[in-house]
């Protein structure tokens, strides 16, 4: 695709109730990140992957949280037992390349309102 | 661990410059990111630093001094459309951290 896609775009659930975050990054972009954004905050990082390696999971807030993508490509962030103080705007971006530097292409968001 | 520290918000005048500074601590240091984001939109990449010194690109420019732990994004000619929040960021092994983020009101 011509950038990175996350859906859903908005998620209302009860809490206590399980939810899946999607984002499918660029094509052929080998690192994928998670962030999640409270508003008037700068991006807090949660995890990231090198091709479909988890390299550092050291953001995710608790043991409910967790990330995957299997096949270097798409990947998925679980919550699970949602709590109301998980509500944010959760953010994907993904490089092109690991090493030395390259921008961070963002998505535009998943907004995760726990009732 | 990492941290950032930026002033929370700014104000300038349309037509003038200014200067959002950023001082890190990070126990290793890749480069200095800038990213601009406007209310409701995504972060989007403005500039990069890996050297000290200056880099431009047409009216913002980012410093960054490696020994000093801090770097500052300056824009020029403010226009209106700059009014946004702006975030610096640093890598280290590929592990983005972003600052809080400063909010520029421009006035007309």
């Known amino acids: 695709g011509a950038g990175v896609s996350q859906s859903p775009r908005y998620k209302v659930t009860k809490r206590g109730q399980d939810v899946a975050l999607r984002c499918d990054p660029i094509s052929g972009h080998v690192s994928l990140y998670w962030y999640r954004q409270a508003l008037g905050q700068g991006p807090e990082f949660l995890t990231y992957?090198?091709?479909?390696?988890?390299?550092?999971k050291s953001g995710l807030p608790n043991d409910r949280f967790s990330a995957e993508r299997p096949e270097g490509s798409i990947s998925t962030l679980t919550i699970q037992r949602t709590e109301q103080r998980d509500s944010a705007m959760y953010r994907c971006?993904?490089?092109?390349?690991?090493?030395?530097?390259?921008?961070?292409?963002f998505g535009p968001g998943t907004r995760l309102t726990v009732l | 661990g990492q941290s950032l520290e930026q002033p929370s918000e700014v104000t300038a005048v349309e037509g003038a410059i200014v200067q959002i500074n950023c001082t890190y601590q990070?126990?290793?240091?890749?480069?200095l990111s800038w990213y601009q984001q406007h209310d409701g939109g995504a972060p989007t990449f403005l500039s990069y630093?890996?050297?000290?010194g200056l880099e431009e690109t047409g009216r913002f420019s980012s410093f960054l001094s490696r020994s000093d732990s801090y770097g500052y994004l300056l824009l020029q000619e403010l226009q209106m459309k700059d009014s946004a929040s702006y975030f610096c960021?640093?890598?280290?092994?590929?592990?983005?951290?972003f600052g809080k983020g400063t909010r520029l009101h421009i006035l007309p």
């Open positions: 630093n890996a050297l000290d």
């Open positions: 971006a993904s490089r092109a390349n690991t090493g030395g530097y390259n921008e961070q292409f």
């Open positions: 960021a640093v890598g280290r092994d590929d592990k983005i951290i």
């Open positions: 990070t126990s290793g240091f890749y480069g």
């Open positions: 992957f090198n091709y479909e390696a988890q390299q550092d």
